[in-house]
């Protein structure tokens, strides 16, 4: 089993450019979860869904914040335009529906200059 | 905030020597759960005790849960270097998997 598969690892932008995160869930999870770490906030959930559908998008910072999950093995986290804010540490992780442990995945460190 | 608190923030020990760390909540849980962070590494999870359950065992770790007091302890015992890591505590305030962690206590065991 592969884990939770995250891509790109590491990215620096500019500020005001578009940035895609992605995330390939664990195969048989449907529950996927975004979230963001940063020192001074902590770990936040974004979003999350089940079964392909957005759940509870509550932590999502703001209208520059958007995620989609199309299929049941990839979801993606984008951020238009990015800020320098917007600089964290963003993972994944996914779940077995009734199964309360997550998996997480090795995380994005994101840069905006 | 429904977020956790985590006491202490750092804790540094001796190869061998217990570790202790706390958690404390503001609602009722479903289920209270642990997880590991290495450095530059996604989290690990631990161990899960559910709000019926009042101490469970997994190795050398141990967690109690009192949900009169809203809190929760992870006791790592006969701690190894390899055990260096930030620990978080999750709830599960909702049974929808939806999660609130904690701010962490970053955890460093000396050789």
């Known amino acids: 089993d592969a884990g939770v598969i995250q891509s790109p690892r590491h990215e620096v932008t500019e500020m005001g450019q578009e940035v895609t995160l992605r995330c390939k869930p664990i195969s048989g999870h449907n529950s996927l979860f975004w979230y963001r770490q940063t020192m001074m906030r902590g770990l936040e959930l974004l979003i999350y869904?089940?079964?392909?559908?957005?759940?509870?998008d509550s932590g999502m910072p703001e209208d520059r914040f958007s995620a989609k999950m199309p299929n049941a093995s990839f979801s993606t986290l984008k951020i238009q335009p990015s800020e320098p804010r917007d600089s964290a540490v963003y993972f994944c992780a996914s779940s077995l529906s009734g199964v309360e442990t997550q998996y997480f995945g090795p995380g994005t460190r994101l840069l905006v200059l | 905030s429904q977020q956790g608190e985590e006491d202490p923030q750092a804790l540094s020990i001796q190869e061998g020597e217990n570790a202790t760390m706390n958690c404390s909540y503001k609602?009722?849980?479903?289920?209270l759960q642990w997880y590991r962070q290495n450095s530059g590494r996604g989290l690990v999870h631990l161990i899960l005790i559910r709000s019926n359950e009042r101490e469970k065992h997994s190795g050398r770790l141990r967690v109690t849960l009192d949900t009169s007091k809203k809190s929760s302890s992870l006791l790592i015992t006969a701690s190894r270097a390899a055990d260096t890591a930030s620990y978080f505590c999750a709830t599960d305030y909702n049974q929808g998997g939806k999660l609130i962690f904690g701010q962490g206590t970053e955890l460093s065991v000396k050789p």
């Open positions: 609602t009722s849980i479903n289920n």
């Open positions: 869904f089940n079964n392909n559908v957005p759940i509870d």
